[in-house]
Protein backbone atom coordinates (compact mmCIF):
# COMPACT_ATOMS: atom_id res chain seq x y z
CA UNK A 1 0.00 0.00 0.00
CA UNK A 2 1.25 3.11 -0.86
CA UNK A 3 0.77 5.99 1.93
CA UNK A 4 0.99 9.96 2.09
CA UNK A 5 1.46 12.03 5.33
CA UNK A 6 0.22 15.33 5.07
CA UNK A 7 0.86 17.08 8.29
CA UNK A 8 3.39 20.70 9.06
CA UNK A 9 4.77 19.18 11.91
CA UNK A 10 7.96 16.97 11.32
CA UNK A 11 7.66 15.14 14.63
CA UNK A 12 4.42 14.07 13.55
CA UNK A 13 5.66 12.67 10.34
CA UNK A 14 8.36 11.16 11.83
CA UNK A 15 6.94 9.25 14.43
CA UNK A 16 4.31 7.62 11.95
CA UNK A 17 6.54 7.19 9.26
CA UNK A 18 8.19 4.83 11.84
CA UNK A 19 5.17 3.63 13.47
CA UNK A 20 4.19 2.44 10.02
CA UNK A 21 7.67 1.02 9.55
CA UNK A 22 7.39 -1.35 12.45
CA UNK A 23 3.85 -2.34 12.55
CA UNK A 24 2.01 -2.21 9.13
CA UNK A 25 4.09 -4.52 6.83
CA UNK A 26 1.17 -3.98 4.06
CA UNK A 27 2.32 -0.27 3.78
CA UNK A 28 5.47 -0.59 1.21
CA UNK A 29 5.92 3.20 0.19
CA UNK A 30 5.49 6.11 2.43
CA UNK A 31 5.48 9.82 1.44
CA UNK A 32 5.50 12.87 3.08
CA UNK A 33 3.94 16.25 2.30
CA UNK A 34 3.93 19.45 5.03
CA UNK A 35 0.76 21.62 3.77
CA UNK A 36 -2.29 22.22 1.83
CA UNK A 37 -0.42 23.18 -1.43
CA UNK A 38 2.59 20.63 -1.15
CA UNK A 39 0.02 17.71 -0.20
CA UNK A 40 -2.20 18.54 -3.26
CA UNK A 41 0.80 18.10 -5.26
CA UNK A 42 1.89 15.11 -3.28
CA UNK A 43 -1.75 13.31 -3.74
CA UNK A 44 -1.86 14.60 -7.91
CA UNK A 45 1.65 13.31 -8.53
CA UNK A 46 2.23 9.84 -6.20
CA UNK A 47 -1.19 8.38 -6.56
CA UNK A 48 -1.31 7.35 -3.37
CA UNK A 49 -3.54 4.73 -1.87
CA UNK A 50 -4.17 5.76 1.66
CA UNK A 51 -3.50 9.66 3.02
CA UNK A 52 -3.02 10.44 6.83
CA UNK A 53 -3.63 14.28 6.80
CA UNK A 54 -3.58 16.48 9.56
CA UNK A 55 -6.21 18.99 10.40
CA UNK A 56 -4.75 22.36 11.22
CA UNK A 57 -1.59 23.56 9.05
CA UNK A 58 0.39 26.33 8.44
CA UNK A 59 -0.95 27.21 4.70
CA UNK A 60 -4.73 26.07 5.65
CA UNK A 61 -6.43 23.14 7.20
CA UNK A 62 -7.60 19.40 5.94
CA UNK A 63 -10.93 20.52 5.50
CA UNK A 64 -9.75 23.06 2.82
CA UNK A 65 -6.83 20.41 0.88
CA UNK A 66 -9.89 17.95 0.00
CA UNK A 67 -12.21 20.95 -1.03
CA UNK A 68 -9.86 21.96 -3.62
CA UNK A 69 -9.39 18.44 -4.76
CA UNK A 70 -12.71 17.38 -5.58
CA UNK A 71 -11.35 14.12 -6.76
CA UNK A 72 -10.65 11.20 -4.14
CA UNK A 73 -9.06 7.90 -5.25
CA UNK A 74 -7.74 6.78 -2.02
CA UNK A 75 -8.53 6.26 1.66
CA UNK A 76 -8.47 9.16 4.30
CA UNK A 77 -7.67 9.19 7.81
CA UNK A 78 -7.49 12.48 9.32
CA UNK A 79 -5.19 13.63 12.61
CA UNK A 80 -6.43 15.50 14.89
CA UNK A 81 -6.08 17.14 18.30
CA UNK A 82 -9.24 16.27 20.44
CA UNK A 83 -11.74 18.67 19.82
CA UNK A 84 -15.23 17.32 20.63
CA UNK A 85 -17.28 18.85 17.41
CA UNK A 86 -14.80 17.87 15.06
CA UNK A 87 -14.43 14.40 16.71
CA UNK A 88 -18.38 14.33 15.96
CA UNK A 89 -18.29 15.52 12.79
CA UNK A 90 -15.87 12.69 11.63
CA UNK A 91 -18.22 10.03 13.23
CA UNK A 92 -21.17 11.49 11.30
CA UNK A 93 -19.93 11.08 8.52
CA UNK A 94 -17.73 7.60 8.95
CA UNK A 95 -14.77 9.17 8.04
CA UNK A 96 -11.47 7.42 9.68
CA UNK A 97 -9.53 9.92 12.17
CA UNK A 98 -6.51 9.53 14.94
CA UNK A 99 -6.20 11.40 17.92
CA UNK A 100 -2.81 13.37 18.59
CA UNK A 101 -0.37 11.75 20.33
CA UNK A 102 -1.30 8.63 17.63
CA UNK A 103 -1.92 5.62 19.51
CA UNK A 104 0.25 2.58 17.96
CA UNK A 105 -2.92 0.46 18.04
CA UNK A 106 -5.14 2.07 16.60
CA UNK A 107 -2.92 3.41 13.98
CA UNK A 108 -2.57 -0.41 12.89
CA UNK A 109 -6.36 -0.70 13.05
CA UNK A 110 -6.61 2.26 10.95
CA UNK A 111 -4.47 0.96 8.48
CA UNK A 112 -5.74 -2.45 8.02
CA UNK A 113 -9.22 -0.90 7.41
CA UNK A 114 -7.92 1.46 4.99
CA UNK A 115 -6.14 -2.32 3.57
CA UNK A 116 -10.12 -3.93 3.53
CA UNK A 117 -11.60 -0.60 1.97
CA UNK A 118 -9.61 0.48 -1.17
CA UNK A 119 -11.81 -0.80 -3.63
CA UNK A 120 -14.50 1.67 -1.71
CA UNK A 121 -14.57 4.57 -3.46
CA UNK A 122 -17.59 6.36 -1.92
CA UNK A 123 -14.83 8.69 -0.49
CA UNK A 124 -16.34 11.68 -2.19
CA UNK A 125 -20.16 11.07 -0.27
CA UNK A 126 -18.45 10.84 3.01
CA UNK A 127 -16.32 14.03 2.48
CA UNK A 128 -19.80 15.79 1.62
CA UNK A 129 -21.75 14.95 4.40
CA UNK A 130 -18.64 16.26 6.99
CA UNK A 131 -18.64 19.02 5.25
CA UNK A 132 -22.29 19.19 6.01
CA UNK A 133 -21.37 18.93 9.66
CA UNK A 134 -18.53 21.23 10.05
CA UNK A 135 -20.81 24.21 8.28
CA UNK A 136 -23.62 23.42 10.70
CA UNK A 137 -21.75 23.81 13.58
CA UNK A 138 -22.81 27.00 14.71
CA UNK A 139 -26.52 26.26 13.88
CA UNK A 140 -29.22 24.17 15.20
CA UNK A 141 -28.50 20.48 15.54
CA UNK A 142 -31.54 18.91 13.45
CA UNK A 143 -32.78 15.78 12.70
CA UNK A 144 -32.46 16.66 9.24
CA UNK A 145 -28.81 16.32 9.51
CA UNK A 146 -27.44 12.34 7.99
CA UNK A 147 -25.52 10.03 9.74
CA UNK A 148 -23.70 7.21 7.28
CA UNK A 149 -23.88 4.02 8.61
CA UNK A 150 -21.35 0.92 7.65
CA UNK A 151 -22.92 -2.40 8.18
CA UNK A 152 -19.80 -3.73 7.04
CA UNK A 153 -20.57 -4.08 2.80
CA UNK A 154 -22.51 -0.89 2.76
CA UNK A 155 -22.38 2.77 3.77
CA UNK A 156 -25.54 4.30 4.26
CA UNK A 157 -26.79 7.57 4.60
CA UNK A 158 -29.64 8.03 6.76
CA UNK A 159 -31.87 10.96 8.25
CA UNK A 160 -31.45 11.33 11.67
CA UNK A 161 -35.19 11.79 11.84
CA UNK A 162 -35.63 8.51 10.44
CA UNK A 163 -33.94 6.67 13.09
CA UNK A 164 -36.56 5.35 15.84
CA UNK A 165 -34.48 3.92 18.06
CA UNK A 166 -31.23 1.99 18.08
CA UNK A 167 -30.69 -1.78 20.32
CA UNK A 168 -27.36 -3.00 21.49
CA UNK A 169 -26.75 -6.74 20.64
CA UNK A 170 -23.21 -7.46 22.08
CA UNK A 171 -20.57 -5.31 20.49
CA UNK A 172 -23.07 -4.42 17.76
CA UNK A 173 -25.73 -1.37 17.20
CA UNK A 174 -29.25 -2.36 15.43
CA UNK A 175 -30.73 0.78 13.98
CA UNK A 176 -34.36 0.37 13.63
CA UNK A 177 -35.96 3.39 10.91
CA UNK A 178 -38.81 4.75 9.45
CA UNK A 179 -40.19 1.64 6.91
CA UNK A 180 -39.71 -0.99 8.93
CA UNK A 181 -35.82 -0.69 7.88
CA UNK A 182 -33.11 -2.37 10.29
CA UNK A 183 -29.16 -1.47 9.71
CA UNK A 184 -26.52 -3.78 12.21
CA UNK A 185 -23.18 -1.63 12.60
CA UNK A 186 -19.89 -2.87 14.65
CA UNK A 187 -19.74 -0.97 17.36
CA UNK A 188 -21.16 -0.27 20.60
CA UNK A 189 -24.33 1.72 21.73
CA UNK A 190 -22.45 3.52 23.83
CA UNK A 191 -20.50 5.31 21.38
CA UNK A 192 -24.39 6.29 19.25
CA UNK A 193 -25.51 7.51 22.80
CA UNK A 194 -22.17 10.18 22.80
CA UNK A 195 -22.88 10.76 18.92
CA UNK A 196 -26.35 11.33 19.16
CA UNK A 197 -27.40 12.77 22.26
CA UNK A 198 -27.17 16.56 20.87
CA UNK A 199 -29.79 15.35 18.38
CA UNK A 200 -32.79 14.54 21.09
CA UNK A 201 -31.69 10.88 21.71
CA UNK A 202 -31.79 9.22 25.12
CA UNK A 203 -30.91 5.95 26.77
CA UNK A 204 -33.90 4.52 28.50
CA UNK A 205 -32.26 1.11 29.31
CA UNK A 206 -28.73 -0.38 28.92
CA UNK A 207 -29.64 -1.55 25.42
CA UNK A 208 -31.92 0.97 24.13
CA UNK A 209 -31.08 4.67 22.62
CA UNK A 210 -34.57 6.34 21.36
CA UNK A 211 -35.37 9.36 19.49
CA UNK A 212 -37.76 11.35 21.83
CA UNK A 213 -39.64 12.61 19.08
CA UNK A 214 -40.51 9.20 17.96
CA UNK A 215 -42.32 8.74 21.22
CA UNK A 216 -46.15 8.35 20.96
CA UNK A 217 -47.30 7.31 24.92
CA UNK A 218 -46.22 5.51 27.97
CA UNK A 219 -47.08 2.57 29.38
CA UNK A 220 -46.87 2.47 32.62
CA UNK A 221 -47.58 -1.64 32.90
CA UNK A 222 -44.77 -4.22 33.43
CA UNK A 223 -42.50 -1.60 34.98
CA UNK A 224 -43.05 0.94 32.25
CA UNK A 225 -42.29 1.01 28.25
CA UNK A 226 -42.83 3.41 26.10
CA UNK A 227 -44.52 3.14 22.48
CA UNK A 228 -43.00 4.38 19.52
CA UNK A 229 -43.66 4.91 16.29
CA UNK A 230 -44.67 2.18 13.74
CA UNK A 231 -45.63 0.13 16.85
CA UNK A 232 -41.89 -0.74 18.49
CA UNK A 233 -42.20 -0.83 22.29
CA UNK A 234 -39.18 -0.31 24.47
CA UNK A 235 -38.67 -1.10 28.60
CA UNK A 236 -37.74 1.95 30.92
CA UNK A 237 -35.14 0.95 33.08
CA UNK A 238 -36.24 1.50 36.95
CA UNK A 239 -33.52 4.66 37.49
CA UNK A 240 -34.42 5.70 33.58
CA UNK A 241 -38.17 6.02 35.04
CA UNK A 242 -37.67 9.62 36.60
CA UNK A 243 -36.09 11.48 33.85
CA UNK A 244 -38.07 10.09 30.92
CA UNK A 245 -41.49 11.08 32.64
CA UNK A 246 -39.81 14.55 33.63
CA UNK A 247 -39.19 14.84 29.40
CA UNK A 248 -42.37 13.59 28.77
CA UNK A 249 -44.25 15.99 30.22
CA UNK A 250 -42.14 18.91 28.47
CA UNK A 251 -43.13 16.88 24.93
Do not use: W
Amino acid sequence: MKVLIIDNDSSIREGLVALLRKLCPNVKEINEAKGVASGIEAINTLLPELVFLDVEMDDGTGFDLVQQLGNYNFQLVFITAHNKYAVNAFKLSAIDFLLKPVDPLELVVSVNKASAQLKNKDLASRIKLLEESLQDHNTAKGQDKKIALNDGNVIHYIKVSDIIYCKADGSYTLFYLFGARKIMVSKLLKEYEDLLNDFGFLRTHHSYLINIKKITKFDKADGGQLILEEGHSVPVSARKKEQVLEILSRV
